[in-house]
């Protein structure tokens, strides 16, 4: 069974950063396009960022230019990175193995992200 585990989130201003991290179980990490999401209050979750196996990125116009995904095969880990963060970025972030835009397993926890004015 897939368990998709994010960690990272909390309490920041406006400007600030944080970085989330997302751990995965099974053997699915190295074959799979992995993706950030986020969920805001009363509004579907979205796909923020994602990374190919071969390390491409890709990003939503909302955040390119502010949040960086990177991948750690040997951890089976991907990272969000992100910086100039604004209150509009406040959100739970989860990740998810990608099949074309497709999420693949059932989601973790997520971790909230919530930045103030």
């Known amino acids: 069974q897939v368990q998709l585990v994010e960690s990272g989130g909390g309490l920041v201003q406006a400007g600030g950063s944080l970085r989330v991290s997302c751990v995965t179980s099974g053997n699915i990490f190295s074959i799979n396009t992995m993706g950030w999401y986020r969920q805001a209050p009363g509004k579907q979750r979205d796909l923020v960022a994602r990374i190919t196996v071969g390390g491409r990125t890709y990003y939503a116009d909302s955040v390119k230019g502010r949040f960086t995904i990177s991948r750690d095969d040997a951890k089976n880990t991907v990272h969000l990175q992100m910086n100039s963060l604004k209150p509009d970025d406040t959100a739970v972030y989860y990740c998810?193995?990608?099949?074309?835009?497709?999420?693949?397993?059932?989601w973790g926890q997520g971790t909230q992200v919530t930045v103030s004015s």
């Open positions: 998810n193995a990608l099949s074309g835009l497709i999420p693949l397993y059932s």
